[in-house]
């Protein structure tokens, strides 16, 4: 199978008693698209495989950690406080060909 996909590397804080922060990283989100495929065979006498044809996207899909949402409380111990800030600091992105638990990037 083939799959679009994108990871999203980020750094979040939480903020509690207006002078205490506590940074969490990295927080990894995985966001993409099944890419929809066929076989291709060569025409003749025997029916020889000639490739894949990509033939639009298919069913969305999301895995990795939750991205904490701006205003949202979070915990640092028994202190209660905010996110205050999520910053993104890495990215990769590609068409991958997928093989069971295996993946490799094609482009």
């Not at 990283?25 to 006498?45: E, K, Q, R, W």
């Not at 000639?50 to 033939?55: A, E, V």
């Not at 298919?58 to 202190?79: H, I, N, R, V, Y």
């Not at 997928?98 to 490799?104: C, F, H, I, L």
């Amino acid at each position: 199978s083939f799959s679009y996909q994108i990871t999203n590397t980020y750094t979040a804080t939480c903020t509690w008693k207006a002078t205490h922060e506590r940074i969490r990283y990295p927080i990894v989100h995985t966001s993409g698209l099944a890419v929809n495929s066929g076989l291709v065979f060569l025409s003749g006498g025997h029916r020889l495989f000639g490739g894949y044809s990509l033939s639009g996207f298919g069913a969305p899909f999301e895995s990795g950690d939750t991205l904490p949402t701006l205003g949202a409380s979070c915990k640092k111990g028994k202190a209660g406080g905010v996110w205050t800030d999520l910053t993104q600091v890495g990215s990769a992105a590609g068409l991958y060909a997928n093989y069971g638990t295996s993946q490799t990037l094609i482009y």
